[in-house]
């Protein structure tokens, strides 16, 4: 038997799974016990498993085809443990050499110990309050959600829920173990059983905790040692998913161990907590892509006023009373769209597409002018406009740019994150030639196209786990080889990736032979022959949710006369309503090679314009990257005119 088995569920944090498991092994030693260590990696699509083997033979890893959440994957090495005691560990996670041994010794000489959490610091050394938990009544949650928690950290009332009024720096019961470290006596497990599979991610420590409690026993904190815990890095927090699942781990712990009136009253609360912290991440996520646009559109409706004033009092014009309110918005919103369509708000920051959007935004409002001569927006007036649009939209980007990057060079961003698609050989040729070549890019690794497991440092991972790799390794260009691969396997992965922060490239099959001197053939020489599908690009983008909002509006208002020509009716009005909700697009790709990561579904696709037909994959995936590469407005157009009688069709 051994005297400690610890148990660390993964996923996609490789390199802090790294960590942990280097910690582990010095701890271990110091325990000078038997002890073994169990990873479960929940399908990540970074190299964690690789990295494993080949770091870490003692570690007996379990490698799961999708993510079956943090409970059941846990209890997959639970039933397999044969310690003494089993430590849950979060992959995040660094623990002291002596942890192990001190938490031995203190539920070794406390046979009463269920449980056992330590001193939590985060990766900056602060102090973690969720080191030690109180049970999160319906009213410890409505403290914490108002935040009278913040505000009273350390009363006994208000801060329940970190157990604020207790020393943290002191050895004592409390109510709920952390889940990032939860120190557990094996034979209370086989009394009061494993995790909980019903909650998926949140809440199992809640409830294994209660029921440890529950079964005569206590949990301790225990601050004589302590562990750095990075918090989250395995998950996703302030998605309206999170949000969610978190409330809704909390509804069945309470329906779970409280019943009659109580579970109705807690459900209650709880209901009422999703309700309001969804309402809070909807609105946070509608506000902050408008952030830049109201900063803008502020100073805008200020300056305009400010003129207002000045014309009045020194050149005497007379304005009509509904100016402030109705003429001025309508010139910022002008303005404002101008810029937008013109890409002013892009990034990196173009000087050339700002100044257009002024540019014709100043048409517009003059235009606005000569139309609504009752507005008096005269031509000294929308000058003045103008200038006090630039001045002062553009002396807020470069506020904004100096106080971020502390220099004036707008569009300035830091390195792009880039990584190679070929073999090993190919691709460890391209990252040292683009390290020694340029410091403007971060060379993360490369992409096997065989689907060959390899052990090299820089190996992130298999090409059918590309888009997984983007999104853990935040990477924001993708070189591919064409040595490795063809011109049409690349357009579908750029197809299937529809992502339009990432870039791509082809470097030539016959790259070793182009020259290398960065001095006379700049980098972006070298490996550029830069790709591009015209659906992805950003102005494209614009303009093809512009027309799906115009059109979908046109379609309800000639609706009486449209829909008689559409076969299925009831469809065409909810199909109108997913577009304008930005929920689909009229037309778009006929599918793309990882279903999972498609973004946005589509009423029409390239095949409705023709008869029906059954085409054969290869031709599928052909007519999908012929649209994506010539894509216009006039493609959409054409397709929904011929295939006008499917826009009832079920998405």
Not at 53 to 60: I, Y
Not at 414 to 434: D, N
Not at 618 to 629: F, N, P
Request: glycine share 6%; with cysteine.
């Amino acid at each position: 038997m051994k005297k400690l088995s610890v148990i660390i569920v993964s996923y996609n944090v490789c390199y802090y799974l790294e960590q942990a498991l280097l910690s582990v092994r010095k701890a271990i030693t110091k325990l000078n016990a038997p002890a073994e260590v169990f990873v479960v990696d929940n399908s990540s699509g970074d190299n964690s498993v690789a990295r494993v083997r080949q770091r870490f033979p003692e570690v007996t890893l379990i490698v799961n085809n999708q993510n079956l959440g943090f409970a059941k994957a846990n209890n997959q090495a639970l039933r397999q443990a044969t310690g003494e005691y089993v430590l849950l560990l979060n992959p995040d996670t660094v623990v002291e050499e002596d942890t192990f041994l001190k938490c031995c010794n203190f539920m070794d000489q406390h046979p009463e110990a269920g449980g056992l959490g330590v001193k939590m610091l985060n990766g900056t050394g602060h102090y973690l309050p969720e080191s030690k938990r109180g049970l999160p009544t319906p009213w410890v949650g409505f403290y914490k959600l108002t935040g009278l928690t913040s505000l009273f950290p350390q009363s006994e009332k208000f801060a329940r829920y970190y157990l604020g009024h207790l020393d943290k720096n002191k050895s004592q019961e409390v109510e709920v173990l952390a889940g990032a470290f939860m120190f557990l006596r094996c034979s209370v497990l086989t009394q009061v059983g494993l995790l909980d599979e019903a909650f998926f991610m949140y809440g199992e420590d809640i409830d294994l905790s209660y029921r440890i409690r529950q079964a005569g026993f206590k949990n301790f904190y225990f601050p004589e040692t302590r562990i750095i815990h990075y918090k989250g890095k395995s998950t996703r927090h302030g998605s309206l998913n999170y949000v969610y699942v978190f409330y809704n781990a909390m509804a069945i712990f309470y329906r779970k161990h409280f019943s009659g009136r109580s579970a109705s009253y807690y459900s209650f609360f709880i209901q009422l907590a999703i309700v309001l912290r969804a309402g809070v991440s909807v609105l946070g996520r509608l506000v902050n892509p408008l952030l830049p646009f109201l900063d803008d559109a502020a100073l805008l409706f200020a300056g305009l006023v400010g003129l207002k004033i000045i014309f009045e009092q020194r050149l005497k014009t007379v304005f009509p009373e509904y100016f402030v309110i109705l003429v001025v918005p309508v010139a910022v919103f002008l303005w404002i769209s101008a810029i937008y369509f013109n890409g002013g708000y892009e990034k990196p920051f173009k000087l050339a597409r700002f100044f257009r959007g002024i540019f014709f935004g100043t048409i517009l409002v003059a235009a606005l002018g000569s139309f609504w001569p009752e507005a008096n927006l005269s031509d000294t007036f929308i000058l003045a406009g103008g200038s006090w649009a630039i001045l002062a939209l553009l002396g807020k980007r470069l506020v904004y740019q100096y106080g971020q990057y502390k220099n004036l060079k707008l569009g300035f961003q830091p390195r792009k994150r880039v990584a190679v698609v070929g073999s090993e050989p190919e691709s460890k040729s391209v990252l040292q030639l683009l390290k020694q070549a340029n410091n403007d890019f971060k060379m993360v690794g490369f992409v096997s196209p065989s689907g060959e497991k390899r052990a090299a440092k820089e190996y992130l991972g298999e090409l059918s786990q590309l888009n997984d790799i983007i999104q853990v390794q935040k990477l924001n260009e993708i070189i591919f080889c064409a040595k490795d691969l063809t011109v049409s396997q690349i357009y579908e992965w750029m197809v299937a990736i529809n992502n339009n922060a990432v870039q791509y490239r082809i470097l030539p099959e016959d790259s070793e032979n182009l020259p290398i001197n960065k001095a006379h053939y700049p980098i972006t020489d070298y490996y550029a022959l830069p790709l591009e599908l015209k659906l992805f690009r950003k102005e494209q983008v614009r303009y093809k949710a512009l027309l799906d909002f115009l059109l979908a509006l046109t379609f309800l208002v000639l609706s009486p006369a449209l829909i008689w020509l559409v076969q299925r009716k009831a469809g065409f009005f909810w199909n109108c309503w997913l577009v304008l909700s930005r929920q689909c697009s009229w037309v778009g790709l006929h599918h793309t090679l990882d279903q999972h990561y498609r973004k946005h579904k589509a009423v029409l696709t390239p095949l409705d314009q023709f008869a029906p037909n059954r085409f054969d994959e290869q031709t599928i995936r052909q007519m999908d990257v012929l649209y994506a590469q010539k894509y216009s407005v006039r493609s959409d157009v054409k397709i929904i005119l011929k295939a006008f009688r499917y826009l009832g069709r079920k998405v």
